[in-house]
């Protein structure tokens, strides 16, 4: 039986994520110890906000402490943007490989901490991945090493949505090579499809006492149309039809309802003014909880809208981009860390934070900023990339007054 077999089973017409107890338990023990590492190593600073750290003094007595306050039922998320494999970074991964094939796992060791304390990473796999890397391409048709699929689940992630611009580079023979990759990896997907019958199968996560689904659509195929023998390879966005979705997906059994959006122009970091008009629609609608949108590769901010928030775009998590489009705000990104309770029965996000992330240049490697600051002996010029990259972020998520509804970074400098 394979990695994803174990992870997860069939559900309904949807797939349940066992969270099992030894991720809850090792969560906690994570968060426990970044939120006291951060606070002898930056005292005054404060944990991710979603996360509350025993209160000092407490007794250490079995017989005079407290019953603990039991945890509410819930779950976190932890979503990141683009991963673009562009060719530097397969050649680092060839060097990290020994020459023998390629390892990915090195860009991701400063982040996987973090990855792996969430209940569910989701990454956003923008390119199709070669079945058995004979065929390796870059922009504008990309095809990059399988090796990622399994870098991506050692760093922690457990899901990744497929739906991009880029998906059908390949053709069908590249979907399919992709998401037997990251069903060979143990990484759940959601966008793009195999088979009619795959496509229509909503997609439901489930996390301890709640069932999530999971919905994945792109604006755009870089001027290609859907194949006539699969038009169901990859979904577009149609608000309509993401409506109609996501009721679907409720009426499958799903109690809170993620969707994904490929979208936005790229390189700007303001959203469109389509962009605000669909989130306002998506979230309007009482079977949609959350939205979070990837594809500019520039960090977007993040706006609050009623009671529910959309992440208009979280920037790259792993690019590097060709010295035209190389600017240091494709190197910024951000983790978006979702706590999400039930209260009165209803699964809804009570706290939405995010850690900055940044992509140095020179080891081809993802930065947690603010812990990445923690450290002494720093060099002075990555440093100062990294409290460049820290304000960009920082003025960016807050854009549209995230910052006023509560949306804070979870660490910092």
Known sequence: MTRAARFFRRWGHGERLRASRQRRVAFSVALAITTVAGCMTRAGTTGAPQFRASQPGASLSAAAAPAPSPRPAGFTLAITGDLLIHEPIVDKARQWANGAGYDFRPAFAAVKPILSAADLAICHLETPLSRDDSDISYYPT???PHEIAPAAADAGFRSCTTASNHTIDKGLAGVQATLNAL????????GAARSAEEAATPKIYDL???RVGHLDYTYGLNGQRLPASAPWI????????ILADAKAVRAAGAQ????????????QAAPTAQQRSIAQQLLASPDIDLVVGNHVHVVQPVE????KYVV???GNFLARHAPCCDTPQTRDGMIVQVTVEVQNGTPAVSRLGYTPTYVDPATVTILPVARTLWDPHLSPALRSDLEQSWQRTTATVDMLAAAAAGVVPTEQP
């Open 142 to 144: 990309f095809n990059v």
């Open 183 to 190: 069903d060979a990896a143990g990484i759940a997907h959601v």
């Open 208 to 210: 301890g006492r709640v």
């Open 234 to 241: 990859v979904k577009l966005i149609d608000p309509a039809q």
């Open 256 to 267: 809170f309802v993620l969707v994904s959006m490929h979208w936005g122009e790229e390189y």
């Open 304 to 307: 609050r809208i009623g009671p």
């Open 312 to 314: 208009y775009g979280d």
